[in-house]
């Protein structure tokens, strides 16, 4: 028994932070993460010359720099213990350089696959996986001859740089194909042309993997894009138990194949019956964002372990099913935070703002929601959503 | 079909965020506070002198400055929406000062009851709510005479101060009543004494309220103290349904008789199968920790929709069982995220560190959870906060 003394206390140590993880790039991406690292005793520092990118203004530690700058990307890589990535844009020659001084997770050579989509066909064709037919294109007539084989229209992708349905092209025949490659070419970049795949679905994949080889692969979710955008996603996707057990088999193989390091997202045609692979992202993902709300182990804090090499959490739903419905810029100038309440009143809403202003069409937040079957949680997530865009 | 522009943009507007919120404090609950703004696209500000607060480390923007400072408490509320609170060791002066410039929840006059231990029992008790018996301490008579009515030993309380086991006091007999009664005074301190109740178990209820009057009352919890610290949290709590259900309506018609605003933490004691009511926090609470990742909203963002008049949220538990352990410092010195990656290969489990310096009892962080029964939850979080404890 004694009285207790007053508040004064001796100076204390600092604790120290489980980790510092370095980010290239400070988009909603960073957010979510630095969301994550903050349970974690993480600390997260951001590479962005944005003051107000959504990461900073989350409270991630902003490194003032860019990218593309090699002294920059050392700054950010001093006292971290990794450096990873909210995007696969960072050349990858900065990348190989910085990787001599730094933990790169993952390495610049999966980055390759990521930013470079006739690489990434390459490589997972050489290696057996299935993907659509494809041929990379030095002249119009490469595209005349590949149509010819599969048939008009075929789809056109530049190399790089594409995302959110951007640099991805219809071709209907000869002479858009001229038209397009020209352009393409006066802007120095290069160009791929697939078959236009007869989709029945299109399904994503993540993998979550750390460098001493654990892997975690989440359930199978299906996701709906329009213009190329990713607008919803549901889980676990209405697909067979055969087809899912595949998607995940795939996902994992492919995961392995790459050399992944934390989390990536493989994105899967069903055509036919069959999967082929579409697309990677090795970091957390857009189809991921659901996660948060309806998984064990959300892809944020998941894609920190990964790359700190730490042990994997358990990736299951915890609940029947899930839906994420993306928050887009409308149409005239509005604020999604204007519709926050609104949206608040959905029940069983969680709603997720990136502090991002607006542009039409631009990615401002998500809502996921749970429920007892996919239609529930899609009605929901859809009802809140609405009310931020309406406002 | 057009080739997309370059990355160049025009200047763009800011988003706005959708609320700001101030907090007097930057501990552990304005760390996980943060975490919940981020999502919600709040920008949260934390008053504290120490740049190295939990909530300071994760983001959270800090004013300069001390709750006891009446043009710092104006400062935090310049340009806020509202002011609220992650303690109650604010001077309820300056508190009443502070509510004539600024919107503060909950109010000065609510924050009171937690403040002011004989405060909340008289208020309580005057409002027919059960509380065990009390009497306030004028003298060391007052003990004795009190004594002489309830039995030895007594229960001694500080009128304010306390927390975590510190200014309470069992006293046995008449010479330590007498002895603790002339320290306290020598402090300045002010004394009541209670019945030592028989306790069967503690529980806690934690209740969402905003202004509008909407109310979600959370599942009932059973808490374990140790030497008064809260050390194990278990939901649901093993009573039958019957109890849960006064508990629930107790706490319920607590906070609507203090007009909570955000969230109120309500202690409760069993004994002889009847409720009394322990401790009020009108502010999320330790027993409510588990809510983060059991519950379908977290106490931390059902405290900022509360004090913000915003819409609730659900506050269901997603799982059958769920546990929550506290990471107390070790007798000798040690930093628990040395122990992290150990505590990560515990299945199930959620790792929350606070990123503060060890000292011995501290709370420095807590792990939750979730599993079929409370039992199965319990060895989980057992298992994984053991591991940061031995590291």
Chains 1, 2 share one sequence.
């Not at 697309?279 to 700190?308: K, M, W, Y």
């Not at 928050?327 to 204007?338: E, T």
């Not at 926050?340 to 937040?365: D, F």
Request: with cysteine.
């Amino acid at each position: 028994m004694s009285v207790a003394a007053g508040v004064a206390e001796m100076p204390q140590p600092v604790a120290t932070p489980s980790a510092r993880v370095g980010m290239v790039g400070a988009g909603q991406l960073a957010r979510m993460t630095q969301q994550a690292a903050i349970g974690l005793g993480i600390e997260l520092a951001v590479l962005t010359d944005d003051a107000l990118a959504p990461a900073v203004r989350a409270g991630a530690r902003q490194i003032h720099g860019s990218a593309g700058d090699a002294r920059d990307l050392l700054t950010l890589a001093e006292g971290c213990d990794v450096v990873t990535f909210d995007h696969e844009q960072a050349d990858p020659a900065l990348l190989g350089a910085l990787a001599e001084h730094a933990v790169v997770r993952p390495s610049p050579a999966a980055q390759l696959m990521a930013q470079d989509k006739l690489e990434a066909r390459r490589v997972l064709a050489d290696s057996g996986f299935p993907v659509p037919a494809f041929v990379a294109v030095e002249s119009p007539g490469d595209i005349e001859r590949f149509a010819a084989a599969h048939g008009w229209p075929v789809m056109a992708k530049s190399r790089t740089g594409g995302y959110d349905g951007r640099g991805v092209w219809v071709l209907d025949g000869p002479e858009q194909a001229r038209d397009l490659y020209d352009r393409l070419r006066a802007a120095g970049r290069a160009l791929l042309v697939e078959e236009l795949v007869d989709l029945e679905c299109e399904l994503a994949v993540l993998v979550a993997r750390n460098p001493r080889g654990q892997v975690v692969c989440y359930p199978v979710f299906q996701t709906h894009q329009h213009d190329g955008i990713c607008h919803e996603v549901i889980a676990p996707a209405p697909v067979g138990a055969e087809l899912a057990d595949s998607a995940q088999r795939l996902a994992v193989s492919v995961a392995d194949g790459v050399d992944a390091a934390g989390v990536i997202a493989v994105e899967l045609f069903v055509a036919g019956g069959k999967l082929l692979v579409n697309e990677l992202a090795l970091r957390p993902h857009n189809s991921g964002h659901l996660t948060i709300d309806a998984c064990h182990t959300s892809q944020f804090e998941q894609h920190l372990r990964g790359v700190l090499n730490w042990p994997l959490g358990r990736g299951e739903l915890a609940a029947p099913a899930c839906a994420m419905v993306n928050v887009l810029g409308p149409a005239n100038p509005g604020d999604p935070a204007a519709g926050l309440a609104a949206a608040l009143e959905v029940p069983h809403a969680h709603v997720h703002l990136y502090g991002k202003p607006w542009r039409p069409g631009r990615k401002l937040g998500h809502v996921t929601a749970l429920g007892d079957d996919v239609d529930e949680a899609l009605q929901r997530a859809r009802a809140a959503a609405a009310a931020m865009v309406a406002a």
